[in-house]
């Protein structure tokens, strides 16, 4: 017997029930992070939107804690890009917008199944991530990011007129008709019990179930030899070269995962709002996606996460005028004043702030 | 067979020759040191040997095979490793983490899709991680950052890197460069150590002749991007050209 199978049985801890499992065991302090995680999501839109005080003081809504969620997503798969692979994309809207785009078409000409909406923008956006990636990934820095902006641009002319009559040009997509969670369920309508005062909508249920699975995939991503990788192309990209990676194609692969990341993303805000505007191609949902990572931290799978909720907080709470209402016609320029602030006295962003507070308590243990 | 081979190798820049038609055998085991002065081409030389430079003409071959025309990661998969005269680590990486890098690329290739695999089930890439910072004496400092080493260790760990790239040719650019003298002692010990344990083939670029004439089994004299001499420790140090032209005619 060579010594290759007998080295791969060592690996495993768990015995023949690891060797069922096989890679889907969690392993270190998975099981942990997405325990937290799942406790987080289960009790985030009842405290944002439902809970006697705090809520009243947050005037959150149930629809703005979902809409956060899908947002957090994008942010997410975009930190995977610029935190850890150190690449600026400014073109992230066109698989954002694109898998919209791909699931709402999807919706009217095949299947409305929620399910199947997110299938197909996804993969529409990973294909897309794959092409574009491919050419432009072909210049490093500036050039990159003007790149990807240009291509971007050039999706978002092709749907505001040439393509209008699939798209709706300025109108954005109206046709989308999503039909129930696997046939039963209508995503708006209430859940049961006391589901119901935790999470509220079955929507909510449906894009929290997917957002956890999309914290287990980065979580993994990031302790799978391609996280290391990913920080040695960022820190030192000619090292990594040299020691016989192929730096092009990580590179490429960590822009497809933040494509597919965005495509999930997209497909939900599809689903969530019912309507795909011809804003979600436009440069600014590029920029607001590198905003709300920058604000809650490169380099951190959770942060981006938080970026999105208080940049979203912001925008549709504040400006509603909470909790001054003079303050509402303001709220550009109290986001601004949020994101230098942060940035200023939290280089790290928010996460990163978070992070120096628990090493500083627990004395730097991690 | 030579392990690797030059074949009238031609570098140029513009007008300027940084290597004319050298022809370079360095045969497997041996320890070929590239000596010459400030200018004389030998950092052109290995930066065409490990593909960061495309030859104007001439053929470079590894194990009989052409490697003119391969990408940089290509040719250390084929064996050929490199470590940079100053040290070329990932900083923000623990020191286990800059081993592993390159015991990953060596154990798994230049690219894979294990993406979905977790890192602690990569046991070959361990071994071999904790292997190199052992021989290069960095075992006890690996969960450090890399950016907290001392000067000495970050070298020694740039060393450890193409180490863990388990190489058949180790091209070292002056390896000693801005060390102590108890580090470049190290260093050479270091390196005596490999040698004796891996058996590993090394062309050495160095500027200090006493690490040359001690560590050699034989020295290439480069000048002017042309091969002078070539031969043992002892042949060199009494070539009249290479007195003439490298060490300014001192007697040695």
Redesign the interface.
């Given at each position: 017997m060579s010594d290759e199978p007998a080295?791969a049985t060592?690996?495993?801890t768990g015995g023949s029930f690891a060797d069922t499992v096989g890679?889907w065991m969690p392993?270190?302090d998975?099981l942990r992070v997405m325990t937290a995680t799942a406790v987080v999501l289960a009790v985030f839109p009842f405290v944002f939107s439902r809970m006697p005080v705090v809520s009243d003081l947050l005037q959150g809504y149930q629809s703005l804690a979902t809409l956060i969620l899908i947002w957090g997503i994008f942010a997410l798969g975009f930190d995977l890009l610029l935190g850890y692979t150190g690449l600026l994309s400014f073109g992230h809207a066109a698989f954002w917008g694109g898998a919209a785009y791909a699931a709402g078409v999807f919706s009217q000409h095949v299947s409305g199944s929620p399910i199947l909406m997110v299938l197909a923008g996804t993969v529409f956006a990973v294909l897309l991530a794959w092409f574009l990636g491919f050419l432009s990934l072909r210049r490093g820095g500036i050039y990159f990011a003007i790149l990807t902006l240009a291509f971007a641009q050039m999706m978002f002319y092709m749907s505001s007129s040439p393509l209008a009559f699939i798209t709706g040009g300025e109108n954005g997509f109206t046709g989308v008709e999503t039909a129930e969670l696997f046939g039963l369920f209508p995503l708006e309508s209430e859940l049961p019990l006391v589901l119901e005062t935790l999470l509220g909508t079955w929507l909510y249920a449906f894009v929290a179930v997917i957002a956890l699975l999309c914290v287990a995939?980065g979580y993994?991503?990031l302790?799978?030899?391609?996280?290391?990788?990913f920080?040695?192309i960022?820190?030192?990209e000619?090292?990594?070269?040299?020691?016989?990676?192929?730096?092009w194609?990580?590179r490429l692969?960590s822009f497809i995962?933040s494509g597919f990341f965005a495509g999930v993303a997209g497909s939900l805000f599809v689903i969530h709002g019912t309507y795909v505007p011809l804003s979600s191609l436009y440069w600014t949902t590029s920029g607001e996606v590198v905003i709300m990572t920058v604000l809650g931290g490169t380099g951190s799978l959770f942060g981006p996460v938080v970026g999105a909720g208080v940049y979203l907080y912001v925008e549709n709470i504040v400006s509603g005028g909470h909790p001054f209402e003079f303050v509402a016609p303001f709220w550009h320029l109290i986001l601004g004043l949020v994101f230098v602030v942060t940035i200023w006295v939290f280089p790290r962003g928010i996460w990163g702030f978070f992070r120096d507070v628990r090493d500083y308590v627990t004395g730097g243990e991690d | 067979m030579a392990l690797l081979e030059t074949e009238n190798l031609v570098k140029e820049f513009g007008g300027l020759v940084a290597t004319d038609e050298v022809n370079l055998s360095v045969e497997e085991g041996e320890r070929v040191s590239i000596i010459g002065p400030n200018g004389a081409g030998k950092s052109t030389l290995v930066n065409l040997i490990t593909r960061r430079l495309d030859p104007t003409s001439g053929d470079i071959r590894f194990k009989g095979e052409s490697i003119v025309g391969h990408d940089p990661h290509e040719v250390v998969q084929m064996g050929v490793s490199k470590s940079f005269q100053t040290a070329s680590i990932f900083s923000d990486l623990t020191v286990r983490e800059n081993a592993e890098i390159a015991a990953l690329a060596s154990e798994h290739g230049s690219f894979g899709f294990k993406l979905l695999e977790h890192r602690d089930s990569l046991t070959g890439v361990h071994q071999v991680a904790r292997d190199t910072l052992d021989a290069v004496g960095l075992l006890d400092q690996a969960d450090r950052q890399a950016s907290d080493l001392p000067y000495g260790d970050k070298r020694r760990l740039e060393i450890g890197i193409a180490l863990a790239a388990e190489p058949d040719l180790l091209l070292m650019d002056e390896p000693t460069a801005g060390m102590s003298p108890e580090e470049t002692e190290a260093t050479v010990d270091l390196v005596e150590e490999v040698k004796r344990e891996l058996g590993l083939t090394f062309v050495l670029i160095e500027h200090d002749m006493e690490i040359v004439f001690r560590i050699s089994d034989r020295i290439v004299v480069l000048n002017r991007g042309q091969v002078i001499a070539e031969g043992t420790p002892d042949e060199i140090k009494g070539d009249a050209a290479v007195q003439e032209a490298y060490l300014g005619g001192v007697e040695l």
């Open positions: 080295a060592d690996g495993e890679i392993r270190g998975e995939l993994r991503i302790h799978s030899p391609y996280g290391m990788v920080r040695a960022r820190e030192n000619q090292r990594a070269e040299f020691v016989g990676l192929n730096v194609r990580y692969m995962i | -």
